[in-house]
């Protein structure tokens, strides 16, 4: 009889007891599509050099849209070649995909959106790139892994100076 008590104490400590467990939070992708992209070789076939072109790498994320528990995320990357300030190429490219975030707190909700879902994305965004420098007669460019929480760290603080500078430029205008 002990030992019956025993795990109905332990089963409604758990929650198991009264039949209402957490849920676990799951991020779901319903779809995934390239929304725009452009390949400009604007010297070819004259930017076909054997200098090694100077490549920045731009990178966004977005989330332009929700419905319900369903978000749109859209990661941004722009690849600029220039050897010698002339540009050789430039690829734009907005890779989008709808999400479905469930069991997931109010306060985890724009990490997951800002981290986790372009994670998600970039291996084929970067696919998207290599292959579209690749058919531009050029090396496949294979960006770097990008450090997501990193760029939202930044995008934190960025908001944050933002919102002081605000108000100190506000404040003296406030006391006139």
Not at 46 to 75: C, H, M, T
Request: glycine fraction near 8%.
């Amino acid at each position: 009889m002990s030992d019956t008590s025993a795990a109905d104490t332990n089963g409604a400590a758990n929650g198991a007891g009264d039949g209402a467990q957490p849920q676990a939070p799951q991020i779901r992708v319903l779809g995934q599509y390239i929304k725009d992209l452009s390949f400009e070789n604007p010297n070819a076939p004259g930017g076909f050099s054997n200098q090694s072109p100077q490549i920045n790498v731009a990178v966004d994320v977005r989330v332009p849209g929700q419905k319900d528990s369903d978000y749109e995320v859209e990661l941004r990357l722009t690849a600029d070649a220039k050897v010698d300030g002339n540009q050789v190429f430039l690829v734009e490219l907005v890779y989008g995909a709808v999400f479905r975030l469930e069991n997931i707190p109010e306060q985890g909700l724009q990490p997951v959106l800002l981290i986790e879902c372009p994670r998600i994305l970039f291996p084929f965004a970067r696919r998207v790139i290599a292959d579209m420098t690749r058919d531009g007669g050029f090396p496949p460019l294979m960006i770097d892994p990008i450090d997501f929480a990193a760029l939202y760290r930044q995008r934190l603080e960025q908001a944050q100076a933002e919102k002081q500078a605000a108000e100190e430029s506000g404040a003296p205008a406030a006391d006139a």
